[in-house]
């Protein structure tokens, strides 16, 4: 992955030492199938990138505002980073999580001690893909030399803080920079969108376009519920009272959703039920949640019954539905009770999809308005469920591996264990779902590789013609993501 020159003298510890990366770092090692990589791979490394699947947040852009130092931009927000040095000893407040007031723990609020943390637990990394990411923005976005080490970490930390006080590191010069065509943010179901129609007014209203999220207000367990229905009313000027009223707002929410140029609605379900209830069942199971008086299994057969409806509605608006469910989210409910949402450690748990989106598919699968992109962090589901699924179903894409997969060997699995049932056409291209925005290229590239390798494989075993590998190699890139998340 990356180099290190020493002098005959260099101690391995010491700082003067000059860090770059191979320029075929994660192609294949075998001598016959690395060149052909080689080729493909030049073909893609500089395409645009889009980015229809991510969480950086929208007033980044919209305000358009240095980044605050080093910290805040790399470590903190990077929940991969984040939990392998947990994982080490180091607790979230001293990487800098906020603590919720009242939770007695305070965070490190000096960034340089943030970042020196992170540079003495560089080893943590070694063969994961945060090391990857990590290496390339580093080295090629911020020109970085030194590797992170001890020794290391102030030289760093000045470099790069140096680079981010200059304008041409702002949010919107760095989406030049990183060629980034499309990139879509999340955005809660309630949202008044000010910040898209500001970028917009700024004529960036095709190039940064929000996604509808509305699992807060469909999921009955979620703590602040009630509170998020209200916002969801209050932005859609609907009464949600009642339950029509509730469906009500929620298409409302989309279409304006839709208007700001989203193209997409993203749900993160725990499962994949999406058996219907009828509207009686619906609408009293509503209530019961209004009234704080739910039974047994009501939120879980809502939640089912609400992703239906979500289908439906896509159907209708013509939003792509992305799923990606399978993660026990906040698996340690000590660390969410201090540090929030998102901080509690997500964990995969077994997930079905057959019998569970037979519903759905049934009545929308060769619906010409409906798409859904199907994501997973059970690689089990992968030969067996997901790729005879979006094998058949017009309407079903599979998405890139996420979370847990976004990894150089967890990527090939995904290619080798679905390619033969699904082919590459019916694949959402690559998406990098994350709030670290200085490593989407970086993520982009590390798939662009591993896709190579794959057809490289595939062209020397004499399966496809070279002109074939660069063609699709394009389409995995660059026009399936465009394809996939094209409105109807």
């Known amino acids: 992955m990356s180099t290190i020159a020493r002098t005959p003298t260099d101690d391995a510890t010491r700082a003067d030492r000059t860090w770059t990366l191979d320029p075929d770092r994660a192609l294949p090692a075998d001598p016959a199938v690395r060149p052909i990589a080689r080729e493909i791979y030049a073909e893609t490394k500089a395409l645009p990138l889009v980015s229809m699947h991510g969480h950086v947040p929208v007033e980044w852009f919209a305000e358009d505002r240095p980044f605050p130092n080093p910290a805040d931009l790399i470590v903190v927000p990077d929940h991969y980073l984040v939990r392998m040095l947990v994982s080490q000893g180091v607790p979230n407040e001293l990487l800098g999580v906020p603590a919720a007031p009242g939770s007695g723990v305070v965070a490190e609020t000096d960034p340089r001690a943030i970042w020196r943390r992170f540079c003495a637990g560089w080893k943590h990394f070694r063969g994961t893909a945060t090391r990857f990411w990590l290496e390339t923005e580093l080295v090629e976005i911020f020109g970085v030399t030194l590797r992170p080490a001890e020794d290391t970490a102030d030289a760093i930390f000045d470099q790069v803080a140096r680079a981010i006080a200059d304008d041409a590191f702002r949010p919107r010069a760095l989406l030049d920079r990183f060629d980034i065509e499309v990139l879509a943010t999340t955005d809660p179901a309630w949202s008044t969108l000010e910040h898209h129609a500001a970028l917009a007014a700024d004529g960036y209203g095709d190039r940064v376009v929000p996604t509808f999220r509305p699992d807060p207000v469909v999921l009955l367990d979620s703590a602040t519920w009630g509170q998020d229905v209200e916002r969801l009313g209050e932005a859609a000027g609907e009464d949600v009272s009642s339950y029509r009223g509730y469906l009500a707002a929620l298409r ?22 999406t058996t219907p209830l009828t509207d009686a069942e619906a609408a009293g199971i509503y209530g019961a949640a209004l009234a704080g008086t739910l039974g047994p299994g009501d939120a879980d057969a809502f939640a089912g019954h609400m992703l239906f409806q979500m289908a439906a509605m896509s159907a209708e608006d013509g939003l792509v539905m992305q799923l990606h469910p399978g993660v026990l989210r906040d698996h340690d409910r000590g660390r969410h009770a201090v540090f929030g949402p998102d901080t509690g450690f997500d964990i995969p748990v077994v997930t079905e999809y057959t019998r569970a989106l037979r519903p759905m598919l049934e009545a929308f699968g060769h619906h010409a308005g409906f798409r859904v992109v199907l994501f997973t962090v059970d690689e089990d589901a992968f030969s067996r469920e997901l790729a005879p699924l979006a094998g058949v179903y017009p309407s079903v894409r599979l998405g890139a591996p996420w979370w847990f997969l976004d990894a150089p060997d967890a990527m090939r699995r995904f290619r080798e264990a679905v390619t033969e049932t699904a082919g590459f056409s019916n694949m959402s291209g690559f998406v990098d779902d994350t709030r670290a925005f200085c490593s989407i290229p970086a993520r982009h590239d590390l798939a662009r590789r591993v896709d190579a ?23 995995l890139a660059y026009r399936l993501p465009l394809a996939a998340y094209a409105t109807r």
């Open 252 to 273: 409302t929410q989309r279409l304006r959703f839709k208007a700001a140029g989203a193209r997409a609605t993203d749900h993160g379900h725990l499962a994949t039920d």
């Open 453 to 475: 390798g794959y057809l490289a494989r595939l062209v020397a075993e004499h399966r496809l013609d070279l002109d074939e590998a660069l063609d699709t190699a394009v389409d």
